[in-house]
């Protein structure tokens, strides 16, 4: 769930902040980019050589920069964040973000945010139990501010009770949770093929087509990130998922792509089907390599199930079934034809016509129809953020 968010990790000055270090680490190994923000009494408590060492990038204190008389733009930070955590934050910076104080680059970066801010309070006891800081607490989250409350414990002072921050590993388990919950595709399980399938002539030959996966990888790596439990079933390709929760599944025929999908399809509620499969496989698979001859070679094939279709055949209630169609020529009718045959809820057109879209590159240019034959043309886009339009279109026709 941190897995490339922007993180702007607040450390105020308490005694806490020693499991700050720890909680960088593991935001790191999260797969999340960390911009360590001091308050200047922080700085009493742990060195920011740790914290910018351990997070891989200088760590802020101050507003102004003295030896290049820059100053350090905390508008810009507030809105490079994906969430701010605020750990440990202390009675005093409380105070100060509920009340708009901005006396320091943290104050001033809180206020700047549009991101969720998380707080993970730490003080003493009686400190936290105050009537003023509960009125704070509570504005805060009055405000959207989200808290995770101080756990029971022994505390710096010696005494014994309310106030200790939580773990490191238990703020991790919270802002995934709390970041998981918030994301449209939750609890979704979402089936994807990818590249392209080959199919064997002779022990070193085979049919297969240009296809790299780039497209079925972007649409994997996008769903993932809006929080479905992705499966992808990927024909021969050099492309590497981005989230490291997608299940992989390698095949190299499309009878194998077929038998994986089976596999899979029951469960899914929604099935993005962006591979190029052979459409034809030879006859026979000659067990030696076959030599040459004058007179020419014929292989005889066969067609291959078309799995987009067997899915289409055997969709229940509630599943979402998505397919694509590469054209050439009178691109929009075959799309339309396609989708009615094989009983899809919308497909992707891209036309070999357009540059820049279709195999091996790194944009695509599309245009989405629907069941009710509504359509939508996008701009040549990375594919990534082909990947981005696909799924909005996923999430406006889900039903939960
Ligand atoms: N598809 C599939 N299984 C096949 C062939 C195609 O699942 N054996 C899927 C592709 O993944 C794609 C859609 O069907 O989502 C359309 O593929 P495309 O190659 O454009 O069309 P075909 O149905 O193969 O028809 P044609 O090659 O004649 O255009």
């Known amino acids: 769930m941190l897995e490339g968010k922007n993180v702007v990790l607040g450390v105020c000055g308490s005694i806490a902040a020693y499991k700050s270090a720890l909680l960088v680490r593991l935001l790191i190994k999260a797969g999340a980019r960390v911009q360590v923000v001091m308050t200047p009494d922080a700085t009493n408590f742990i060195t920011p050589l740790t914290l910018s060492t351990l997070s891989k990038n200088p760590v802020l204190t101050d507003y102004f920069i003295p ?6 733009n905390h508008v810009e930070l507030g809105l490079w964040a994906d969430f701010i ?17 901005t006396d320091n680059l943290l104050t001033a970066v809180y206020l700047s945010a549009k991101c969720p ?27 959207g501010n989200i808290m995770i409350a101080p756990r029971n ?45 080959y199919e064997a002539i002779d022990p070193v030959r ?17 769903l993932a990130l809006l929080g479905a439990d992705v499966t992808l079933v990927s024909g021969p390709s ?14 190299t025929t499309a009878a ?39 007179a020419g070679l014929t292989i005889e094939t066969k067609k291959t199930t078309d799995i987009l279709k067997f899915l289409g055949d055997n969709k229940h ?51 989405i129809i629907d069941r009710d034959l509504q359509k939508t043309t996008f701009d040549l886009k990375s594919k990534e953020d082909v990947a981005k339009d696909i799924c909005q279109k996923v999430i406006a026709l889900i039903k939960r």
């Open 67 to 72: 030896e290049t008389g820059e100053w350090n």
């Open 85 to 101: 955590i605020i750990a440990p934050a202390s009675a005093n910076t409380l105070a100060k973000m509920a009340n708009g104080l």
């Open 117 to 143: 801010v998380y707080f993970a309070p730490a003080m003493d006891l009686d400190m936290w139990k105050h009537p003023s800081t509960t009125e704070n607490a509570a504005t805060l989250q009055s405000f």
């Open 153 to 197: 414990g022994e505390l710096a002072s010696g005494l014994h009770g309310e106030g200790r921050m939580a773990e490191p590993e238990e703020i991790i388990a919270f802002l995934s949770a709390d970041i998981k919950k918030k994301l449209p595709l939750t609890d979704i399980k979402a089936l994807v093929t990818a590249g392209p399938t």
């Open 206 to 222: 085979f049919i297969g087509n240009h296809s790299s996966g780039k497209m079925g990888f972007a649409i994997a790596d996008e």
């Open 238 to 251: 050099a492309q590497v998922s981005k989230q490291r929760l997608i299940k992989r599944i390698d095949v």
């Open 256 to 294: 194998e792509m077929l038998e994986a999908c089976r596999q899979h399809f029951t469960m899914a509620k929604v099935c993005i089907m962006s591979a190029a499969v052979s459409d034809y496989a030879p006859v026979t698979i000659a067990t030696q390599k076959i030599k040459k001859h004058e």
């Open 317 to 367: 209630d509630g599943q979402l079934l998505v397919g694509f169609a590469l054209e050439t020529d009178n691109e929009e009718a075959n799309a339309i034809e396609k989708l009615k045959k094989k009983n899809l809820d919308f497909i992707v057109l891209n036309s070999l016509g357009d540059a820049g879209a279709g195999f091996k590159t790194d944009t695509n240019k599309i245009t």
